[in-house]
DNA sequence: GTCCAGCAGGTGGTCAGACCACTTGACCAC
DNA sequence: GTGGTCAAGTGGTCTGACCACCTGCTGGAC
């Protein structure tokens, strides 16, 4: 049988997600005034320190505009929310956006090959010997999950190499994102993963030290899977 | 007389500053143990519940990681921090830390272009009218702030026409890192939002519906000062 | 001596109730 | 109208308590 961890939801991540639900799915308009914590704590039949928690992680979020003595209001999450924020919006009201799923296979193809240019700029035979045992270990195995756990592992690397913070936390929020689902990506995913050779490419050119032939390697291994991504995705919108 | 807002900073928001600090400073080590709720309270002299908001704050931000009945340990904020922590790595210990300033000029580089391709691609006469609208805004001051807060507009424009909620969300964690500092930066920005050329070049592309054209037209409105600053920023490393 | 069940202590999770600080809006005097 | 006053409601903070959970120690069984 398939055993999985227990997942323990706190009080204050209820009510957090509850409320970020009523903010994203548009039942709370931006500019709206939320009921009073009290009240809230009333309602959801909990504490007010735990309405307060997730009030507050709301707020953090840029979600939420609190003001001592007045009222607590929502803000434009399309304007104020950031990137962290990405996988909640991927799927709202429990189906996938396909607007949202497009998007970030655009913007994968924009960053990927600039980040990509970065470390072969920066990156040294280190590197090199690096991004080459993981792509051996990519090779090495056929199980569609593994493989995308080895192509994440290569692009952690690549990032590093690339050494800019900047995209490093673009990557981590991505990632953030991108390994709750996995599992369910490995069908779609497998075809890019599968590409070996793309890979080892794209590891030449960032050895050799080139940005702009490690550019172009990472767009094409990037590119078939986000291509074909892109038209089924555009199918199911045609078809809803 | 120039009056602003009073800042008030609340007791949780104080705590969290502080942790943040010790985390990000690297006064505290990843994998390294917290001191247990009350222990901090007692040392800060705050409540608990101050303290908790604020150690819930930071697992939001994937900065700790708390055990219900062991110990709330730190995480490496490197590896799991999202795109929203970038303002506070940008200045560390009170000094602009220049490797990240880069990375962020290197970071608008690649997805500015990105950016204005997917806009060509997606905008109508609407957006044009709406650019030059923008642009002939940014050539009628003179004020270096406003200039920039013009750009910032601009840019906003482009981002929405891009369509992509990806790219939507990186710009505004990337706005909110960038607009307090808006005067700090209004004099090393001055060289950029004053090419009121390049911005008409890029709105025209962008109204022909060219993305090709689109992308080497934001390229060329970011690189010059991008270019500068770089090497402004290297100066500054080898001085001190 | 070794092993392990059980317990005690410490930790985070949650709650209730209280009081303070602040904003708002109604009301009133001028 | 203008400005002051006040009451009501809101968020901000604290105290103290209890529950749920993990860890390490301890003492008995072997």
């Keep these: 049988m398939a055993l999985q961890p227990v997942t323990r939801r706190s009080v204050p991540d209820e009510v957090f997600d509850q409320v970020l639900s009523e903010v994203v799915d548009g039942e709370l308009e931006a500019g709206e005034a939320l009921p009073s914590e009290r009240r809230l704590a009333e309602v959801l039949g909990v504490s007010r320190p735990a309405v307060r928690e997730a009030l507050q992680r709301m707020t953090q979020t840029r979600l939420l505009e609190v003001r001592h003595g007045g009222a607590t209001t929502v803000r434009d999450f399309r304007r104020f929310a950031g990137l962290d924020l990405l996988p909640r919006l991927l799927v ?3 189906v996938l956006d396909a607007a949202v799923a497009r998007s970030i296979l655009e913007a994968r193809l924009v960053i990927g090959p600039g980040v990509a240019a970065l470390a072969a700029e920066r990156g040294g035979p280190a590197l090199h010997a690096a991004l080459t045992d993981s792509v051996d270990a990519l090779a090495a195995t056929d199980d569609d999950v593994a493989r995308q756990v080895h192509a994440l ?9 690339a050494d800019s913070l900047a ?7 991505l990632r953030a994102a991108y390994e709750p689902a996995i599992e369910a990506l490995a069908a779609v995913m497998a075809e890019e993963v ?5 890979y080892r490419v794209l590891t030449a050119a960032i050895g050799e030290g080139d ?3 490690a550019r172009v390697a990472a767009d094409r291994v990037l590119r078939p899977a986000t291509t074909s991504l892109l038209t089924a995705l555009t199918a199911i919108k045609e078809t809803s």
């Design 92 to 94: 709202r009201k429990g």
């Design 153 to 161: 592992a290569y692009w952690d690397l690549v990032v590093d190499a």
């Design 167 to 173: 995209f490093r936390l673009m990557f981590n929020s």
């Design 194 to 198: 599968g590409q070996v050779g793309a």
């Design 211 to 213: 940005p702009e032939t």
